[in-house]
């Protein structure tokens, strides 16, 4: 018997199967924690991962009870909907068979309510009002403070509109001043510092390593999780991209006024403990010359745009030195002497200002505290807060505007981007973006544990067969490898298909690369039941009005649910469980991350072939990666998406379904699409069709 049978006993008692995968997981699981070290590990969809993780600490967390010691564990994952199926179906399950353990789950702050917040937004609007004096009236019935506790308190489901507007948010409690009694988010962080175990999802985690590292510039202060001996990374292949999109920097007009305001309020504010100098006068002026840098990129990329044809909405470019060919028309010529000659001293002056608005700001704040200034430390802090987020992005840009392509290597490895956008009268608007090409040399700080495992369905690049980009990626430290094949048997519960290369017609639709008809046929051979995802929101779109108008007409006969920008996922997939013969239409994130055991799924229908869409951010994504040795970044990413998707499908041994893939690309030999698609399809592991006769027989048994 090995260490897993004996630690599963329990569940194994009250009915539950033991999975050989699961045996391989949890005694690798096991070692590592007994041991310390890391761990990365991939297993298959129906491994049983959860318990595989969880039981091996709770095991550990007991066994240091009895001795009179702690253990803690954190457990991340990376959508809300997984980090509630451990905290109210996975962790209250084993607690009764495991005793003598606490666990507890953490969410960022725009998930709570915040009660100061709704004060401030429902000033004039007697909808939120009203909300708010119901709140008031039940304060103790409110529980946690989710959406879902405050939704049941006033009796209505919230807008999402409504909730921003009575939740947290990072720019209103950025000094996390607020006390326990008296605010959720904080009384949820409270319990999660002492709880044996802790349910997190990745931007949490992200957050945890900003704060120990905002503290001393090293993985080791408490953080927002407190200490802890291991670390579970569940759904890993996302922790990357969850930790590009929390580190990304952003900068439109609006959010460099309102920042500038927070700046020279903490300095105002500044001077009721601290001399000023004259620092605010040199740090209006200093933001007056980021303004003008931004007013000056704007007008320089516009003119660029229209130089080439294309609407500023929705374009996209590089910050970085231009090279004009032709002949330039001279208010192109006046922009870019602005752009080139310009903008680069503004921005010096700007990086020597904000250093020295940094330092008198960080001084203000220790002496207001010390002279305990009522109102005045929070209001410095915000501002020390907002000076020190413009210096980065102004010591980014400065640099960016040097190089050929936007990258940066200095204040950590950056692809900056200008994007055009309209406002809601007409005007123009644009964003600056520096998203981190490569978070590892920050991320590696994540691995400060005794115990570190990393585990997913899709860690091995498909384009290699290793994890080397799984573990480079995001800084994970040489690590026991563990490969858990599919407890299924996907030769015979699964069938893929792929739309044969023909001369008939895709829906007329820019981009396009599927047929309508065929993904009616499809549907009908499943009799609905079936997932259907898009790369594009626009493809989606017109698919569910053409497939109304069949079902007006007779044609379509199957419920039709639909991601829309704002659905409630949970709600959504509930709804997709409950009808067993609805037609799911969605895009990117239902890609990932959904379970919908039994007859509800059985199909997965992909419109077109995931590939990553190729923008100015991919591009130097594949820069990047291509010098780090990674030749083919853009293939693993479309391969890992694949993956996910096609995991939607199988997840009990009573399963049987379709991966039917529209793509023509994926069948013409001369397509490169075709070539990733048969990588793709070979480690799926299913025979392959090109004939939906063959998908009307596979399902005929059991429809």
Known sequence: MTKWDEQFAPVLAQGREVREGQRILGNAIIDVIDKGGSLIAEASTGTGKSFATLIPIIVKVQDAKKKKTNYRGVVSTETLILQNQIFLKDLPFLQKLYPDFTFAKLMGRTNYLCLENAKLNKVGVKSLDTIVEKLKARWESIGDGEQVDVERVIGRKLTKDEWEKISGSATFCSDNACVAEKCHSSKARKRAKTADIVVVNHAVLATDL?????????????????????????????????????????????????????????????????????????????????????LNIQRFFTLLAERDGQEWKGHSAA????????????????????????????????????????????????????????????????????????????????????????????????????????????????????????????AKFLWHTKTNILVSATLTDLTDGTFRYAREC????????????????????????????????????????????????????????????????????????????????????????????????????????????????????????????????????????????????????????????????????????????????????????????????????????YKTTKIGVDALGSPVTIDINTVTNFFAPTV
């Not at 807060?385 to 940066?408: F, P, Y």
């Not at 950590?412 to 973006?433: A, C, F, H, S």
């Not at 992909?606 to 970044?633: D, G, M, T």
Request: with cysteine; charged share 25%.
């Open 210 to 294: 900003e704060m120990r590292l905002g503290a001393t510039s090293e993985a080791g202060e408490d953080g927002l999780l407190g200490s802890f001996e291991a670390l579970v990374v569940d759904e890993g292949h996302q922790l990357e991209p969850v930790l590009v999109s929390q580190w990304t920097k952003e900068l439109t007009m609006w959010e460099l006024d309102k920042m500038a305001g927070d700046v020279a309020v903490g300095i105002e504010n500044g001077q009721q403990a601290t001399i000023n100098h004259g620092i605010g006068r040199i740090t209006q002026t200093a933001l007056d010359d980021v303004q003008e840098v931004l």
């Open 319 to 442: 910050v970085c030195m231009k090279y004009i060919a032709g002949n330039v028309a001279p208010n192109v010529i006046s922009a870019m002497n602005e752009y080139e000659q310009e903008n680069p001293a503004r921005l010096a002056n700007a990086e020597t200002t904000l250093d020295k608005a940094i330092i008198y700001l960080a001084k203000a704040l220790v002496d207001a505290k010390e002279q305990k200034i009522k109102g005045v430390p929070r209001k410095v802090s915000k501002g020390l807060r907002a000076a020190k987020d413009l210096l980065d992005i102004v010591r980014i840009l400065s640099k960016a505007m040097e190089t050929k392509d936007g990258i940066i290597s200095q204040y950590g490895i950056y692809g900056t981007i200008v994007d055009g956008w309209e406002k809601r009268n007409g005007e123009q608007g644009m964003t600056l973006r520096m998203v981190p090409l490569d978070v590892s040399p920050k």
């Open 474 to 673: 995001i800084g994970f430290p040489a690590a026991k490898e563990v490969k858990v094949s599919t407890p299924f048997e996907l030769a015979t519960q699964q069938l893929i298909y792929i739309t044969p290369a023909s001369d008939m017609p895709v829906q007329e639709l820019r981009g396009a690369q599927f047929n309508l008809e065929e993904m009616v046929s499809l549907v009908n051979a499943s009799r609905g039941r079936a997932l259907v995802l898009f790369t594009s929101r626009a493809e989606l779109d017109w698919t569910v009005d053409e497939l109304k108008l069949k079902q007006m007409n007779g044609l379509f006969n199957y419920p039709i649910l639909v991601q829309e920008k704002d659905s409630d996922k949970a709600l959504l997939m509930e709804q997709f469980k409950s009808d067993t013969s609805s037609v799911l239409l969605a895009t990117k994130s239902f890609f990932v991350g959904i379970d919908v055991p039994g007859e509800a799924l059985s199909q997965v229908i992909l419109a077109k072939f995931p590939l990553p869409r190729y923008s100015v951010e991919c591009r130097q994504q594949i820069s990047h990666w291509r010098k780090r040795n990674f030749p083919r970044w853009y293939e693993r990413e479309s391969l890992t998406i694949l993956q996910q998707a096609a995991g939607r499908l199988i997840r009990s041994s009573d399963c049987r379904g379709v991966v039917s893939i529209l793509d023509y690309r994926a069948s013409d030999a001369k397509s490169s699409v």
